[in-house]
């Protein structure tokens, strides 16, 4: 299709790749204490050092399986990831130039073009799954929420008030007849928000992969998932997250976002064929037991997207508030 993301169209004029010698060693992610991961070369030398704010899923398992088949480093690159707690921080940094490129959901993201960011995506990697596959929405056990709609008027745990996680459920509570704008929304780390559904603080809360396995087992006495809220309102193979940059470091960096992407690609091709040495890579970086890993669900990736697919998002944004202006996608696709 014309208008779909493709290499040849992000690559297109401005960032033909240079030409490098190749650095013939893979490499091993290691953590310095700060909880910065960055790719250990045994040579140390000549890399280029990519700068990546992630907010931590099982699928960025590739960037790991990158490293260690060296796509990488033989594009003279090492990875420095740093996990955060939620999209719109990943955002602050990217703008701020803390990170050369940022991974978060699709939200945060499109709030920040809606407000005057440049950002332009740099490959797309993720859709809305199958029912059941998109994390959960934790309730106490005994709860009164039965349903979507339930939900309308309730205090409610989520990471950031703009993540996906929210304009999914008040998509879904919308699709019931339940009124959205009634939801309190709670700003809280993951890792808090069943306890505190537990404990009755918070009536419902978003948890996602691998918080909703974590909480389903260690608190399956005080905690029930409501449901998949992704697909009680938009349909499976809608775009969910991806890699972007700036404008601006697009280019002042053209040549490290060029190089960082062939790597990326290389990656993917390789990991979809090896989706165990993926999983056990995105256990490490997630934070996952390999037993917890092996009950989520983990998909190869294709990367392809069109600026139709986004229409759905951008509908529910505005109607919910949260955009008010037309966003290019277009431009952010990169066409």
Not at 125 to 136: A, E, Q, R, S
Not at 201 to 227: F, I, M
Not at 251 to 275: M, Q, V
Request: charged content about 15%; some cysteine; hydrophobic content about 40%.
């Amino acid at each position: 299709m014309t208008d779909s993301f493709t290499r040849r169209n992000f690559l297109g004029g401005t960032l033909a790749l240079s030409a490098l010698a190749l650095v013939g060693c893979s490499t091993a992610s290691a953590d310095d204490g700060s909880g910065t991961r960055s790719s250990a070369s045994p040579a140390g030398a000549g890399l280029q050092t990519v700068k990546i704010g992630i907010v931590p899923t099982l699928e960025l398992g590739f960037l790991t399986i990158g490293e260690q088949q060296g796509y990488f480093s033989a594009e003279g690159l090492q990875l420095e990831v740093t996990p955060v707690d939620s999209g719109p921080n990943v955002i602050t940094g990217l703008v701020a130039g803390q990170y050369d490129l940022g991974y978060t959901a699709y939200a945060p993201p499109l709030v920040a073009l809606a407000g005057g960011q440049d950002l332009r995506l740099v490959e797309h990697l993720g859709d809305i799954g199958p029912k059941g596959t998109n994390g959960g929405i934790l309730v106490a056990k005994d709860s009164p929420i039965t349903s979507w709609k339930d939900l309308a008027g309730t205090k409610f745990g989520t990471n950031a008030p703009r993540s996906f996680g929210v304009l999914w459920v008040q998509a879904a509570i919308a699709s019931e007849g339940g009124d959205p704008s009634t939801l309190e929304l709670v700003p809280l780390p993951f890792n808090q928000i069943a306890d505190n559904v537990a404990s009755g603080k918070l009536d419902a809360g978003l948890a996602l992969e691998p918080y909703l396995t974590q909480a389903l087992k260690t608190q399956s006495n005080k905690v029930r998932n409501l449901g998949d809220a992704a697909t009680a309102a938009f349909a499976e193979g809608t775009p969910s997250g991806g890699i972007f940059t700036s404008a601006n470091t697009l280019t002042s960096k053209a040549d490290l976002i060029s190089r960082f992407r062939a790597g990326l690609e290389k990656s993917i091709a390789y990991g979809n064929e090896h989706l165990d040495d993926v999983r056990a890579a995105g256990a490490t970086l997630s934070g996952l037991s390999s037993e917890d890993a092996a009950t989520i669900r983990l998909d190869k990736i294709d990367t392809s997207v069109t600026a139709a697919d986004f229409e759905p998002l951008l509908a529910a944004m505005k109607k919910f508030g949260w955009i008010t202006t037309d966003i290019d996608i277009n431009t952010f696709l990169g066409q």
